[in-house]
């Protein structure tokens, strides 16, 4: 697409017109009301009809005047990142806090092209016994340290 | 004087050693992570927040506020030793602070920025303590349309506050009202955008929110950049500034200190906004204004003295009118809370023990972070020396830990990574975070104040004109939309936020 001049501007408007999109396709089934009764369906519908003009002003714009390109990802610490989170939420029920912390630690340390093995594994172990300690022991949230139970 | 038996009573409260120790350790964390770059006060405080609900109500209010205006301090001195901000209210500090360092002037520096702030401090703490009373009680006679009015006037003010777009600052603001609509409809009890999720139905829990967006979002853009090795300046020097320095910083922290007090009260602006404009305004007042960029002790004063006044008055609308102006107050907002307090007018009198003990505190933490900051330089450099690859891991499993522990839920940890894929890609579009959680926050009140208007006055919206302090607080929003539309304005804006 060389005719857009403001990738970030145009993506963006592509992102608030599809998210109002969505918003006034869903919000069409909520009673809208009268302005004296306002309805459930009301103040949604008004600001997605908003977030799409909105969109789609961004979009005309980006067209028309030129801005700054969109930097390149390196895709490697994003991955990383949301993977770790993912994993430990997926973790933390099954196997408990310190294992789920140490597994979550190593993989997000993956993130940066500067991990080490030795250092990561020993952060891994330090953050367990951390969270351990200042979490169940000092301010008493009820998790389990280890599932299978100690 | 009601004034000083008040604070009388604040003293009290908050002086009791477990507060008084609540209140060093807020200051030490505000500190740590002012000092770390790429960690803010927002993803903290946000990490905290679950913690605070084992805590005394007063004690997780001076630990939150501690940290806020303890990010003041700290954010200041990466930035003058490594050229860095340690916090984006310390971005302006850069310029100037790091040529001092570089001239050998380091200490002085850090020792101005630290004794303006504790200046600024104090006096942002007796504004919030003289007029937070009086502006509760005006502030009693509003009703649903005063309300709105004002939020609207918060969320336009943020708007021009913002940096970059002024179209994107309206849709993000736009999109986080909507977001902030999900869940249960209080009044007709519709369950709206939650795609039949239970989780959903009482609303999106605003911790992830904050943590995605503020926290994650930081984290990856950062990883994206290869900074390599940070270049520390050698040696700090003396901390004691010379005659010359003192006589110069004076005017300059004074005039921070006003900025700062004023921009502090209105919605969108708090910290990050007041030292941008104090630095402009001192590159444009001062005597020595030639110097700047090589180094000029007023770059340094005047910033850094108004960022910690914002902080402390950006308290204001949310201890007297309970409408959060920035998202860490939305955060302190969201504290209250969780400890069943309603942020609004009737604090003061329903509360004054919480009320005066946190103002009182604020006054007890400035001067534990001058201690905390100045003697203690050294801790905090050795602590600059702590690789990125080590420090983000601990990041994220503090905000992993503590977002599960708000609801024992794995559904807000993947709601979190959402938010996170999601402020990343703000970022990457350059759309601001601040508009989105300020929008988030205030989506339900809005609503809630909109539709009690209405029926208060059959359906008519001139309700918002006809009544005068709300058509006082709607003339004050279109003067700001002019600002706007203004070209001379909007050239000092771009420039403001040029820098």
Redesign the interface.
Known sequence: MSRVKHP??F??GI??LI?GGI?AW??RV??FG???????????TV??W??IA??A??II?ALLESG?G??A??W???IF??A???V???L??RVG?APS?IV??IV??M??????WV??IS??VG?AVL?AVL?VKL?????AIFAWGF | MEILQNLGTGFAAAATPINLLFCLFGCLIGTLIGVLPGIGPIATIAMLL??TF?LSPLGALIMLAGIYYGAQYGGSTTAILVNLPGESSSVVTCIEGYRMAQKGRAGAALAVAAIGSLFAGCVGTLLIAAFAPILAKFAEQFRSPEYFSLMLFGLIAAVVLAHG?V??A??MI??G??VG?IGT?T??G?A??TFGVPELYDGVDFVPVAMGLFG?AE??SN??R?DGMRKMTATIGSLWPTREETRRAIPAALRGTAIGSFLGILPGGGAVLSSFAAYTLEKKVSRYRHEFGTGAIEGVAGPESANNAGAQTSFIPLLTLGIPSTPVMALMMGAMTIQGIAPGTAIISDRPGLFWGMIASMWIGNLMLVIINLPLIGVWVALLKV????L???I???C??GA??IA?S?FL??M??GF??LG??FT????EGAPFLLGFVLGPL??EN??RS??LS????LIFVQRPISLGILVLALGLVALIVLPQFRQTREEAFQE
């Not at chain 1, 993130?111 to 080490?116: G, P, Q, V």
């Not at chain 1, 301010?139 to 998790?143: A, H, N, R, S, T």
């Not at chain 2, 690789?387 to 080590?390: C, G, T």
């Not at chain 2, 990457?428 to 759309?431: A, G, Y």
């Open positions: 970030q501007d993506w963006a992102l608030f998210v918003a869903m919000g909520y009673a009268a302005a004296t009764r306002m309805g459930p369906g009301y103040l949604p600001l997605a908003m977030l909105l969109g002003f961004l714009r700054p969109i930097q990802s390196l490697r610490p994003q990142i949301v770790a989170i993912v430990f939420g997926l933390i029920e806090l912390v979550a630690t997000a340390s993130a940066s092209t500067e991990m080490r250092e990561t952060l891994a953050l969270c979490f301010l008493g949230q009820p998790l | 679950p913690v084992s777009s179209i994107k309206i849709a736009v999109l009202l909507l609509l409809d009044q007709s519709v709206r955008f994650f984290i990856m990883l994206d290869h690789p990125y690859r080590m983000f891991p601990c994220l499993i503090f992993c830990v599960y522990s024992n794995t940890i993947m979190m990574a996170a894929v990343y890609v990457k579009l350059s759309c809005m609503e909109l539709r209405m029926v059959f359906g008519d919206p």
